[in-house]
T-cell receptor, first 109, second 113 residues
Framework: GQNIDQPTEMTATEGAIVQINCTYQ??????LFWYQQHAGEAPTFLSY????GLEEKGRFSSFLSRSKGYSYLLLKELQMKDSASYLC??????????FGAGTTVTVRA | IAGITQAPTSQILAAGRRMTLRCTQD?????MYWYRQDLGLGLRLIHY???????GKGEVPDGYSVSRANTDDFPLTLASAVPSQTSVYFC????????????FGPGTRLTVL
């Protein structure tokens, strides 16, 4: 099975940067996903990493180190609408994902 | 239909009753999944199907069953509901190529009394 850890909560100010860390232990690693989930809504895809390094997509970036079992999601120029839960998910083997418990980010004015 | 739909949106159910949660996707994705989401525990996989006609058990399958008669539909059945099955249930699907990014339905909020 997978063991995926991420912080429970983070708070940041509008316009700032927040980094959400995710550590995992797994066998047969085959990619790591980040999803965003607003309260009462479904998760939506943010990013995917399968090789080491940084993937940038607008204000959001995701980093992966397979040797360290570590990833982070970087949110820049925070906006109020970024207040949500951010889910780290690891794919091992076939299509199945294992999710962390999620990090709730609160953006304050 | 665009994407994944789930029905009902919410349901209150008496313990011991049978309940089927419906999930339909129109993206022709091969793989489909059922998750439950509970506060502090995140999304946990109940059952999955890699292709029509096949199903598999996830992390928390007890008390649930699924079927995959065709590509589009993936119903989840609670044979005899118990209060611990109170949760938000999400259906998801993914293609067999590329990222295998999973697309999620809007969820069903189920309360078992």
């Amino acid at each position: 099975g997978q063991n995926i850890d991420q912080p429970t909560e983070m708070t940041a100010t509008e316009g700032a940067i927040v980094q959400i860390n995710c550590t995992y232990q797994t066998s047969g690693f085959n990619g790591l996903f980040w999803y965003q989930q607003h309260a009462g809504e479904a998760p939506t895809f943010l990013s995917y990493n399968v090789l080491d390094g940084l993937e940038e997509k607008g204000r959001f970036s995701s980093f992966l180190s397979r040797s360290k079992g570590y990833s982070y999601l970087l949110l820049k120029e925070l906006q109020m609408k970024d207040s949500a839960s951010y889910l780290c998910a690891v794919k091992a083997g076939d299509y199945k994902l294992s999710f962390g418990a999620g990090t709730t980010v609160t953006v304050r004015a | 239909i665009a994407g994944i739909t789930q029905a009902p949106t919410s349901q209150i159910l008496a313990a011991g009753r049978r309940m089927t949660l419906r999930c339909t996707q129109d993206m022709r994705h091969n793989a489909m999944y059922w998750y439950r989401q509970d506060l502090g525990l995140g999304l946990r996989l109940i059952h999955y199907s890699n292709t029509a006609g096949t199903t598999g058990k996830g992390e928390v399958p007890d008390g649930y069953s699924v079927s995959r008669a065709n590509t589009d539909d993936f119903p989840l059945t609670l044979a005899s509901a118990v209060p611990s099955q109170t949760s938000v249930y999400f259906c998801a699907s993914s293609d067999s190529g590329g990222y295998n990014e999973q697309f999620f339905g809007p969820g069903t909020r189920l309360t078992v009394l």
